[in-house]
């Protein structure tokens, strides 16, 4: 089966486990009726009211962050040449911890001044770590990565400083609320921010995804057919980070969806970077909206999104790993 019907397929998926989210919660809706609401046959003011206010936004923004997190992944992966990498190594996630722990204990728990302050937070982590790169004489991709732990190492002692000072009984459990993840806060207002900002930095990276392929064949082969290696990586740094940081600023930390994606459609198919990109944003939205579904659904209070998505990961990272094929 080539990449195209594959996308297909998992778009196909996609749309059905949009459709059973919208159907779960604590008050149930028939697929039925969904499907009725969403064409405009409303027969219940509830019904419409929980599809179109709290669910509707909630699943798209569920879809969006799945998606970005999986294409940053994919292109910070092809950056690096290194499968393990995540989106956080250049301390975007905690960057964006740092900020929004700033605004949880300084700014009296603002949503917008936290969301504001962690997107700002986690885009200056990223590029402060490639200004220390840049005064570093060692090899390219190694100053980067040791710039991205010195910035993760900056940002999380400043986590746990605030943290230290904070109220316990108020404003400590809202930090450790917000680091574990969640799509609580899922608005449309929060979604008129989210999909501007994660719809320009794809298409960047749909615009130098042919140059990002010539990295993947090596730095020397990229510099030999005329790509300047320099700034391509730091527009899709950029880029990607600006996916991560529009999506965490709002949903708090998501782990593994970056990491785990990839590999997932490296192990369907054996394409190169120009022609997975769509399939890798689809995969990520299918396992966020499968998490999220099970979040809101196992027991009676919402369960934190990056406790699910650690445990579908791990284990699941273990048996891509064991397929030597997927390397």
Known sequence: MNVKKITLLNLSILIILSLISLCIGRYNITVLNVIKILFGNINDAIEYNLIFNIRLPRVILVIISGGALALSGMVFQSIFQNPLISPDVLGVTSGCSFGAAIGIVFMAASNIIIQVLSFIFGLVSVIFSLFLCNSMKNNKILALIISGIVTSSIASSGVMIIKYFADPFKELPTIDFWLMGGFYNSKWSNLS???????????????????????????????????????????????????????????????????????????????????????????????????????????????????????????????????????
Do not use: Q
């Open 193 to 327: 921010v989210v999909m501007p900002l994660v719809f320009i930095a794809t298409i960047i990276i749909f615009l130098f995804k042919w140059r990002l392929k010539v990295l993947t064949m090596g730095e020397d082969e990229a510099k030999l057919l005329g790509v300047d290696v320099k700034k391509l990586r730091a527009v899709c740094i950029l880029a990607a980070t600006l996916l991560v940081s529009s999506v965490i600023s709002v949903t708090g930390i998501i782990s593994w969806i970056g990491i785990l994606a990839p590999h997932i459609v490296k192990s369907i198919v054996k394409e190169d970077i120009t022609k997975i990109i769509p399939l890798t944003i689809i995969t990520g939205a299918i396992i966020m909206v499968i998490a999220d579904t099970l979040a809101r659904s196992l027991i009676s209070t919402e369960i934190p999104i990056s406790i699910l998505t650690s445990l579908i990961g791990a284990p699941f990272l273990v048996y891509i790993f064991n397929k030597k094929e997927v390397f």
